[in-house]
């Protein structure tokens, strides 16, 4: 950072650079526009004094004007020159000493100008990098009031910055107390967590945020940097559930080829039994064996279902009661309903013929009248089944006077291996293959409150006509 002096005067220049040299203010001379061009360019001009003999001098001044906007700059002339450039004028001849005082005095003035053009550089560079990132940047005040929001907090939460400046930032939390405990903690123990946060659409978002306390200013207390990473958790959800998957497509292979030896001597005793039956007129023994028989296909099917349960098998179709299906589910429900005490009730309607896959169906409505069993089984021991129909759709309806679905699970109950029973009393795959079967059939499944607001009710709606088979979602009620 120095003095430069452009002129073809070598008794002027040497004059005041020596003065300049004495007073410790260090500057250069130079005589002609492109080597000063070319040391301004490396070397921050302060002070810039030029001759009015030099060639271009003014197209020089404009380009080190331009290129650093604090330096000050001087022109030197005759005694006698014109001057209407505006810049200050060192006429011919000087007094060395004085000038090398005041420049030296500018030298320092321009310094001060050049760090705070730095500064202020600096910050508005800042400012923009803030403004420009995809993560929620927020100023707060001591007491938690939002005094700045950038872009991205806008993309993240939906509010534009009018509308919450000024305003707590309990604004984007869902719960009561929570930013003002954070607030408290970042004291301390400043440090990532993730957070649970609302929108203004009133959607939940997962974010991985940060508070710290600002040490120095007055603008604000704390600063806030939050990032949404609520796909990214959906995604590693999905993952995790895929890997769980794959582990139980492998025990399925295993279990199959376990269970269905001996499923075969079952299957094969129970025919000879049913011969027996059939002799004897037993119809006592004759409704066991269909029983039976009913179990074995159950087990099969069930296991078949397992090992392919990452895979989506076309439904066989075939145009059969609807009713007749909910009746051989409540069949082989009605043991598990007696071990518990519960009633099961069907009640009158209207039979309903429509093209379903008989097993997969009672498999899917047993799935829901199962755990209907187990809920009810701790509240009011009541389960109804309806069979309700209109135009345009067949509703499987169970209720169940139980305490109801937990609020920790609502909206996560067909998420594979999810489950409300105590530990080794569900495996959480009922309602995920329920939800599977039902789709191959164009359908879809709903689970949520009971009418009346005490237990639970799961339905499943088949359409009359079948669409072509879409990924669909369940839905809650």
Request: charged share 25%.
């Amino acid at each position: 950072m120095s003095i430069l002096i452009v002129s073809p005067d070598g008794d002027a220049a040497r004059s005041l650079s020596s003065a300049l040299g004495r007073t410790g203010h260090p500057s250069h001379w130079i005589e002609s526009v492109d080597e000063a061009r070319e040391h301004a360019g490396h070397d921050a001009t302060l002070v810039l004094v030029v001759d009015q003999a030099v060639d271009r001098f003014r197209e020089l001044i404009d380009d080190v004007s331009t290129a650093t906007p604090w330096v000050r700059v001087y022109e030197m002339a005759e005694a006698n020159a014109d001057v209407v450039s505006g810049h200050s004028v060192l006429r011919k001849p000087f007094d060395a000493a004085e000038l090398a005082t005041l420049l030296g005095r500018e030298q320092k003035l321009a310094e001060i100008d050049r760090r705070r053009h730095n500064v202020e550089e600096h910050a508005e560079e800042l400012a923009l990098l803030v403004e420009a990132s995809f993560e929620a940047i927020i100023g707060l005040g001591p007491d938690g009031s939002i005094r700045s929001w950038n872009r991205g907090a806008q993309v993240i939460y939906g509010y534009e910055a009018a509308e919450v400046i000024g305003q707590s930032i309990a604004i984007v939390e869902p719960q009561p107390g929570a930013a003002l405990g954070r607030l408290v903690v970042s004291e301390t123990k400043p440090e990532p967590v993730e957070a649970l946060r609302r929108t203004k659409d009133g959607r939940d978002v997962i974010v991985l945020l940060s508070v710290s306390p600002v040490a120095r200013g007055r603008t604000f207390a704390f600063a806030e940097m939050s990032l949404d990473i609520t796909l990214r958790r959906r995604l590693e959800r999905e993952l995790e559930h895929e890997k769980r998957l794959a582990a139980i497509g492998r025990i399925a292979a295993a279990m199959a080829h376990e269970i269905n030896n001996p499923l075969a001597v079952v299957r094969a005793a129970n025919a000879y039994v049913a011969e027996v039956a059939r002799a004897s007129r037993d119809e006592l023994l004759i409704e066991t064996v269909d029983d039976v028989r009913l179990a074995v296909e159950r087990i099969g099917g069930f296991v078949n279902h397992v090992c392919g349960f990452s895979r989506r098998d076309r439904p066989m179709l075939n145009d059969t009661s609807v009713r007749e299906s909910v009746r051989m589910a409540l069949r082989l429900a009605k043991p598990r309903a007696a071990e518990r005490r519960v009633d099961i009730t069907l009640e009158p309607g209207a039979d309903l013929r429509l093209p379903h896959d008989a097993a997969r169906i009672s498999q899917a409505l047993l799935n829901l009248v199962s755990n209907a069993i187990d809920a009810a089984a701790d509240g009011g021991c009541k389960v109804i089944v309806r069979l309700v129909a209109d135009s345009e759709a067949v509703s499987l309806q169970v209720d169940d006077n139980g305490p109801g679905i937990p609020e920790s699970m609502r909206g996560r109950v067909f998420e594979p291996f999810t489950t409300s029973k105590p530990q080794g009393k569900g495996t959480g795959l009922g309602l995920a293959i329920t939800r599977q079967i039902i789709e191959d059939h164009s359908g879809e499944v709903k689970v949520g409150p009971a009418p009346g607001g005490v237990g639970t009710r799961a339905e499943i709606v088949l359409p009359l006509v079948r669409k072509p088979r879409a990924s669909q979602r369940p839905k809650a009620i």
